[in-house]
């Protein structure tokens, strides 16, 4: 099949993430795969041997796909490239999936919420990446596909003192307790350090918090392209988000077989078990904190725990299920169909 996803941004975030492994793997297997849009540094290797061009607005993302051709299938990745699908339709004639990332409504004004209605009956299929998300947009969608990552094989490193927090620093992914939980933790200048792997809007006012705390242990790593191997350095994974989709991070470190300690909130309630010993409310840095303690205390917990959650990743999130589905629903929407 000719494939081409689109996403309308110059980032490389969990969206952009989950579209590049998703587009390369298509590409292994044979399809003739373009990515449009992302970051124009990291998304052209991370795609290859899919094509890759660049979109960072939506009147660039329509003029690409208006003069890319006739793909079979359209996938695209948030409202702007819904909005460019359907303006390119005239030239593209393919029909368009969408995956909805984000548990929030379309438009907030009138207009947007009219234009919103026509999408919804433009769109050839909707797929939700959680039933959080499914349960929070204006209509529910076609089918609820979680995202996949890929299986690994790291071991478990018991003498790491690396606590990981892999999120934009944006005010819904909420580092600010990631931080507070680092404080209460007691864990600062016990030789465990605190790594925040992403970049944002509130790094500035974050990096003052740390100064105001007085935490020595709390290192900025700005946005990074090697989140397997910061895994593989890692001894737990902390996801403090007031509210998430599905949980891209999370996912990865269950993989690697890193213990999280996560908000009990969203997508995290379905990655992970539902009496998973370390979820915290949102917001509750104390509560976060005593987690952390207990884990960094107690090695065998923590490489149990981990091996656990390697098995239901194994069992339930793998990239490889996930693109199977991915190319019988691109078949059924070729067909006119809307259903798994």
């Not at 290859?48 to 208006?66: E, H, I, K, N």
């Not at 094989?153 to 790491?160: A, C, H, Q």
Request: charged letters at 25%; aromatic letters at 6%; glycine letters at 8%.
């Amino acid at each position: 099949m000719r494939i081409t996803h689109v996403v309308v941004s110059d980032a490389f975030a969990g969206t952009e993430r989950y579209v590049a492994e998703v587009a390369r793997r298509l590409a292994q297997r044979g399809h003739d795969v373009l990515v449009v849009g992302g970051d124009p540094v990291s998304m052209p290797g991370a795609v290859a041997p899919a094509a890759w061009q660049p979109a960072s607005d939506l009147r660039t993302a329509a003029a690409v796909l208006a003069r890319g051709g006739r793909p079979d299938v359209v996938h695209a990745h948030l409202t702007a490239a819904e909005t460019a699908a359907f303006l390119a339709f005239p030239r593209h004639r393919a029909p368009v999936v969408s995956t909805r990332h984000i548990a929030t409504r379309r438009g907030s004004s009138t207009p947007a919420k009219v234009f919103s209605r026509v999408l919804n009956r433009f769109l050839r299929l909707q797929i939700a990446i959680s039933e959080h998300v499914g349960a929070s947009i204006e209509r529910a969608p076609d089918i609820v596909l979680w995202n996949g990552v890929p299986t690994s094989n790291t071991g478990y490193d018991e003498t790491s003192r690396v606590v990981l927090a892999v999120q934009r620093l944006e005010p819904e992914k909420d580092a600010a307790t990631a931080i507070r939980a680092w404080a209460a933790s007691g864990l600062d200048g016990q030789g465990w350090e605190l790594q925040l792997a992403g970049d944002g809007s509130q790094r500035a006012a974050l990096e003052r918090l740390v100064v105001d705390l007085d935490l020595s242990g709390v290192r900025f790593l700005g946005a990074v392209d090697d989140v397997p191997d910061r895994l593989a350095a890692s001894a737990l994974v902390l996801a403090s988000s007031k509210q998430e989709g599905l949980g891209l991070a999370v996912l990865e470190a269950m993989a690697a077989a890193r213990p999280v300690v996560a908000t009990a909130v969203g997508g995290h309630l379905e990655t992970l078990p539902a009496e998973y010993p370390g979820f915290f409310p949102v917001g509750d840095a104390v509560h976060a904190g005593q987690l952390l303690r207990e884990l960094a205390d107690d090695p065998s917990w923590r490489r149990d725990l981990g091996g656990d959650l390697r098995a239901r990743q194994r069992a339930s999130f793998d990239v490889e299920g996930h693109v199977d589905r991915l190319i019988h629903l691109y078949s059924e929407a070729r067909r006119g169909r809307a259903s798994v």
